[in-house]
């Protein structure tokens, strides 16, 4: 399974961006994390098989949604309201089985794209 993560950019505060994760091969649960400068790998949010089941951490909880497209196999991550804080790099990843918040149990990586929000 390949991961290809593009949409990232600059944005001013409460301002909107959409990451796409385009997958090649069979995903069955996938998720987003962002690695601020300095920081650990966090997670942000993760979607099931069906697109049905989704969980997202505190802080983008109202603010980011996720979807799936089948048919172009790829995962989105629709950010509005962004703050400064959510300045990141955004990384895909995708699992068998169900949804984890577990960055170690993800077993395939997509490149990163970055994601800058000004004050």
């Known amino acids: 399974v390949q991961l290809q993560a593009s949409g990232g950019g600059l944005v001013q505060a409460g301002g909107s961006l959409r990451l796409s994760c385009a997958a090649s091969?069979?995903?069955?649960?996938m998720g987003w994390f962002r690695q601020a400068p300095g920081k650990e790998r966090e997670f942000v949010g993760a979607i099931d098989w069906t697109g049905t089941s989704t969980s997202y951490t505190d802080s983008v909880k109202g603010r980011f949604t996720l979807s799936r497209d089948y048919a172009k196999n790829t995962m989105y991550l629709q950010m509005n309201s962004l703050k400064p804080e959510d300045t990141a790099v955004y990384f895909c990843?995708?699992?068998?089985?169900?949804?984890?918040?577990?960055?170690?149990?993800?077993?395939?990586w997509g490149q990163g794209t970055q994601v800058t929000v000004s004050s």
């Open positions: 091969g069979l995903t069955v649960s």
């Open positions: 990843a995708a699992k068998t089985g169900r949804p984890s918040l577990q960055r170690r149990e993800y077993d395939y």
